[in-house]
């Protein structure tokens, strides 16, 4: 069973950042990728960052490139999302989630069978 708690959420200015975790279950024979979605309110889930395990390879939504930055502590398995320079379009419940998608479909939600509960993020103006 995989199981993804993420943690980190809060409310911050707008230009301000926050760091994200996502603690998962190591089990790299049931997925390859870790991805950051969020959820802004009344829209659809939208990826924003990925890390392809094996190759350590890193994709980015193009909204956020630049700001935000995926990274894993495999010590810990614990991945993050370091989200600098803030506005309210990143206004969220962000969630991570583990899948096995090919890379040119990383940003399919439903490529993702195992996901956690979540984490808010605000961001005011």
């Known amino acids: 069973q995989v199981q993804l708690v993420e943690s980190g959420g809060g409310s911050v200015q707008a230009g301000g950042s926050l760091t994200l975790a996502c603690e998962f279950t190591d089990a790299p024979h049931l997925y390859t990728f870790l991805t950051w979605f969020r959820q802004p309110p009344g829209k659809e889930r939208e990826a924003v960052a990925a890390?392809?395990?094996?190759?350590?390879?890193?994709y980015y939504f193009d909204a956020v490139e630049g700001r935000f930055t995926i990274s894993r502590d495999n010590s810990f398995n614990k991945a993050y999302l370091t989200m600098n320079n803030l506005q309210p379009e990143d206004t969220a419940m962000y969630y991570c989630?583990?899948?096995?998608?090919?890379?040119?479909?990383?940003?399919?939600?439903?490529?993702?069978?195992?996901w956690g509960k979540g984490t808010l993020v605000t961001i005011s103006s």
């Open positions: 890390t392809w395990l094996r190759l350590r390879t890193t």
């Open positions: 989630a583990a899948g096995s998608p090919s890379s040119n479909l990383w940003q399919s939600p439903e490529k993702y069978p195992y």
